[in-house]
């Protein structure tokens, strides 16, 4: 396989190739940066390159396997959002407001290391992470690999873009409201979000008031499975701590899931927000293919406490930004919209606040009651097809906001209650992009998410799928 061809081949195929002798890690990693030279100035992927860090980090795990260390995402390049702690680097969350170096890696970072992953650069987001698309004003939109006309969405929309592209073999993305799923979904990857507290945010307890939780951007489901494997865990001063695992996330993708009885809707969380007939149609037909995998496939469309729910989570979300905006070093820097953003959960009145903040609860026990009856979910992940750079930019905050709500419709439930959820590729719409279902879990219960998405990726395997002139030469 050449070089070329390998940076497309994911995280299991790289490991393999690197610790039987294939290829060293330093070849492997030196494609890569070749390949973010000449590709990224069109896509806008990363904020930072680490060219010659990765470098000496991938001759050092080469020294690592020479003497004899079993390194199990050995020279695997991997890239990391910019709201993750790395030494020597402020986090930047997508803004110019942070000046002051972390002190140490996150625990994310440190654990891909100590795994011999090769840290190749850091990808952009919009500021804050406050937005469904990665564009800001000062740094210009970041694009999708199958259409430059088109997001990568957000708020992780580097990390997937570079995967996408082959610019990496993975990237950690963080999800607050969609933010792994989202890009997941509209560049043909599979991203799942995490139980809350199964991989830590050391060195912050919490992001977002427990809305946030991190995870890989993969090509396949096995490739987060193996990058989760050796990032998950607790780490002192956690706010959340998941339940272990029944077993690992590796064998759960390679373990056949026997007959699910899975719950289909297409309900969306809120009155009235449309959903695209493409759309509909993925839904439909992943159920139909589940149907004919041997399980057990029910319509089932239950009430979410829609309005209310989503009424607080909006005050939520607002209230969030104004927290974050306040935490900058220089907050004064962020582009205008995110201080719009960041205003309007400055005016929540403190009533409201309390009530925003308050009932995570019972909303998560009334959400959980359908597990009682299936064993996973099955909905959109958005509403319609992927949105175009730019789209947004003549619309208020306001209105901004109330698309992006919209678009995302079905994700932001399983952030407040804290389940895992995937972003699954289910095909490509009348135009090309892609397209993508969400499966959901029961809390903790990651494993048989992975199994039944890499039974739907055996069905309709979509991981050799190379957005057009990326791929090698024929």
């Known amino acids: 396989m050449e070089l070329t061809e390998l940076c497309f081949a994911g995280v299991a195929r790289q490991a393999h190739a690197v610790r039987s002798g294939e290829v060293t890690a330093a070849e492997l990693v030196a494609e890569h940066l070749s390949r973010i030279e000449r590709v990224d100035p069109q896509l806008n992927a990363f904020r930072l ?10 001759r050092a795990v080469d020294a690592r396997r020479a003497a004899g260390e079993d390194l199990p995402l050995a020279g695997v390049p991997i890239a990391v959002k910019e709201d993750i702690a790395i030494e020597g680097l402020p986090t930047t969350k997508g803004t110019n407001a942070a000046r002051t170096p972390q002190p140490a890696d996150s625990a994310i970072v440190a654990r891909l290391r100590a795994a011999g992953a090769v840290i190749i650069g850091r990808t952009r987001m919009p500021e804050l992470g406050l937005w469904p698309h990665t564009e800001s004003s000062w740094a210009g939109p970041t694009r999708n690999p199958w259409s430059p006309g088109h997001s990568p969405g957000g708020s992780s929309g580097g990390s997937a873009a570079a995967v996408a592209a082959g610019l990496a073999a993975a990237a950690i ?9 989202i890009p997941a979904a509209v560049t043909g990857l599979f991203g799942l979000k995490p139980q809350r507290g199964r991989i830590s945010l050391s060195p912050e307890r919490e992001m977002l008031g427990g809305l946030v939780v991190a995870g890989p951007i993969t090509r396949t489901v096995l ?25 690992s996330f590796t064998e759960a993708a390679r373990t056949d899931p026997g007959r699910l009885r899975i719950g289909v809707s297409l309900r969306p969380w809120g009155p009235g927000i449309p959903i695209a007939d493409e759309v509909r149609d993925a839904v439909q037909d992943t159920a139909a293919l589940l149907t004919d995998l041997g399980h057990d496939v029910v319509r089932l469309d239950p009430p979410m406490r829609d309005v209310t729910a989503s009424a607080q989570f909006a005050a939520r979300y607002v209230h969030n930004a104004y927290l974050a905006r306040a935490g900058l070093e220089l907050p004064d820097l962020v582009e205008p919209r995110t201080r719009a953003v960041s205003e309007l959960g400055r005016r929540l009145p403190r009533g409201v606040v309390r009530w925003a903040a308050r009932d995570d609860a019972a909303l998560t026990a009334h959400a959980n009651r359908i597990f009682a ?3 996973v979910l099955l909905t959109p992940a958005l509403t319609r097809p992927p949105i175009r750079v730019g789209e947004w930019d003549g619309r208020t905050v306001v209105a901004a906001l109330l698309a992006a709500a919209q678009y995302t419709t079905f994700l932001p439930l399983w952030n407040i209650v804290g389940n895992p959820a995937a972003a699954v590729p289910a095909g490509r719409s009348s135009s090309g992009l892609p397209l993508a279902v969400q499966l959901v879990g029961r809390q903790h219960d990651e494993c048989t998410l992975l199994s039944v998405s890499a039974q739907l990726e055996r069905a309709r395997p979509w991981a050799d799928r190379i957005p057009s002139g990326l791929g090698p030469a024929r």
């Open 373 to 375: 009856s299936i064993d």
């Open 223 to 247: 490739d987060w499975a193996l990058v989760a494997d050796r990032i998950r865990g607790a780490a002192p001063g956690d706010a959340h701590v998941a339940h272990p695992p029944r077993t």
């Open 173 to 181: 993305g963080t999800d607050g409201a969609g933010s792994i799923r």
């Open 49 to 58: 390159v680490f060219t010659e860090q990765a470098q000496a980090q991938a």
